[in-house]
């Protein structure tokens, strides 16, 4: 099913709420991730993912759903937010985030769970799901980002640029322009190197760039915490570090090729029409691999996942997968 018609009037966030659980897991590695509980413990499990990568988990991404009916459990994913050590890239893969999962999965007690991303979160939700099918009851996700070339060209070289030419100025300058023609590897150049004070400038130019081009708003609404060093270095290191590597897939549209793996499990997409950062090309291209699922075109937003129409799709997900 596609374009479901949006209810009126647009559904809000549930009211605030505090952890009723939280802590540090160890892992295999040199990390040790943060993870909380909220809601209801004997709810329904959703598993909360956050974006990036090298993004963080935030009090608002907690209240897309009933904290009666769910028990919503959120980490920080290696090197990001709490957990520890903060902006580290060692054994930082897509694979070892899928692993930290399942060792969450399994410290909780939890057998299944809806699985609930956005942007980078979507991409690891379905590289879960994909692998471990078993395990997710649904899929909730937002700003379907599939981490192709094309996908990064667009936003990292060419193509958003001519959107957010103001913004794009910005992003560009830290780099010289004889290295412009790869910006993508410049920026990991100046974000892996010795040099912190270029390390610290070039991670605000980055996250900057995204701040400014998540929402319809333009960059007038940037999230304050885009321009912040501590969240901008392991935004951007991280970031950076997955995108030159192509997130760690075996091959080019990994998640389109096996999507075979998951089309059986009860999917919600709600995507900006008028998402920069990911464009909606990418979630149609997933609704003409995976018809099943449904697909919520919100026509008067970007990408973030604050946006009045962004909530409305995202708290209607989360009921309509409490029904499950």
Same mark, same amino acid.
């Given at each position: 099913?596609a +374009?479901?018609?949006?209810?009126?009037?647009?559904?809000?966030?549930y009211?605030?709420?505090?952890?009723?659980?939280?802590?540090?897991?160890?892992?295999?590695?040199?990390?040790e991730?943060?993870?909380?509980?909220?809601?209801n413990p004997?709810?329904?499990p959703?598993?909360?993912?956050?974006?990036?990568?090298?993004?963080?988990?935030?009090?608002g991404?907690?209240?897309y +759903?009933?904290?009666?009916?769910?028990r919503?459990v959120?980490?920080d994913?290696?090197? /990001?937010g709490?957990?520890r050590?903060?902006?580290?890239?060692?054994?930082?893969?897509?694979w070892t985030?899928?692993?930290?999962?399942?060792r969450?999965?399994?410290r /909780?007690?939890i057998d299944?769970?809806t699985v609930?991303?956005?942007s980078?979160?979507?991409?690891l939700?379905?590289?879960?799901?994909?692998?471990h099918?078993?395990?997710?009851?649904?899929?909730?996700?937002?700003?379907? +980002?599939?981490?192709?070339?094309?996908?990064l060209?667009?936003?990292?070289?060419?193509?958003a640029?001519m959107?957010f030419?103001?913004?794009?100025?910005?992003?560009?300058?830290?780099?010289?322009?004889?290295?412009?023609?790869?910006?993508?590897?410049?920026?990991?150049?100046?974000?892996?190197?010795?040099?912190?004070?270029?390390?610290?400038? /070039?991670a605000?130019a980055w996250?900057?760039w995204?701040?400014?081009?998540?929402?319809?708003?333009?960059p007038?609404?940037r999230p304050?915490?885009?321009?912040?060093?501590?969240?901008?270095?392991?935004?951007?290191?991280?970031e /950076?570090?997955?995108?030159?590597n192509?997130? +760690?897939f075996?091959?080019?549209?990994?998640?389109?090729?096996?999507?075979?793996?998951?089309?059986?499990?009860?999917?919600?997409?709600a995507?900006?029409?008028?998402?920069?950062?990911?464009?909606?090309?990418?979630?149609?291209?997933?609704?003409?691999?995976?018809?099943?699922?449904?697909l919520?075109?919100?026509?008067?937003?970007?990408?973030a996942?604050t946006?009045p129409?962004?909530?409305?799709?995202?708290?209607?997900g989360?009921?309509?997968?409490?029904?499950l």
């Amino acid at each position: 099913m596609a +374009f479901p018609v949006t209810e009126t009037p647009r559904r809000e966030l549930y009211p605030e709420l505090e952890p009723f659980a939280s802590g540090w897991m160890q892992t295999e590695s040199v990390h040790e991730i943060y993870y909380e509980e909220c809601g209801n413990p004997q709810g329904k499990p959703v598993l909360v993912l956050h974006g990036g990568p090298g993004g963080a988990v935030n009090p608002g991404m907690r209240r897309y +759903f009933d904290p009666a009916v769910y028990r919503i459990v959120m980490f920080d994913q290696r090197g /990001c937010g709490k957990s520890r050590p903060n902006a580290s890239l060692e054994d930082n893969t897509t694979w070892t985030l899928i692993e930290d999962i399942e060792r969450l999965r399994e410290r /909780c007690g939890i057998d299944k769970w809806t699985v609930f991303g956005g942007s980078w979160g979507s991409t690891l939700s379905m590289a879960y799901a994909i692998t471990h099918p078993e395990r997710v009851d649904a899929l909730i996700l937002r700003g379907i +980002f599939l981490l192709t070339k094309k996908e990064l060209h667009w936003f990292y070289q060419d193509g958003a640029s001519m959107i957010f030419p103001d913004a794009w100025e910005r992003f560009v300058a830290p780099i010289p322009e004889d290295e412009r023609h790869d910006l993508m590897g410049a920026y990991y150049k100046r974000l892996t190197g010795d040099d912190k004070a270029e390390r610290e400038r /070039c991670a605000i130019a980055w996250s900057s760039w995204e701040g400014e081009t998540v929402s319809v708003e333009g960059p007038a609404a940037r999230p304050d915490k885009f321009a912040e060093p501590e969240f901008a270095v392991a935004f951007a290191r991280i970031e /950076c570090w997955y995108f030159v590597n192509g997130g +760690f897939f075996p091959e080019e549209g990994w998640l389109l090729k096996n999507i075979g793996r998951i089309r059986h499990i009860p999917t919600w997409i709600a995507q900006g029409r008028f998402d920069v950062v990911t464009p909606i090309a990418s979630a149609w291209a997933l609704h003409r691999a995976f018809p099943e699922a449904t697909l919520d075109v919100v026509p008067d937003a970007g990408h973030a996942s604050t946006e009045p129409g962004i909530v409305d799709s995202l708290v209607r997900g989360a009921d309509w997968a409490a029904k499950l």
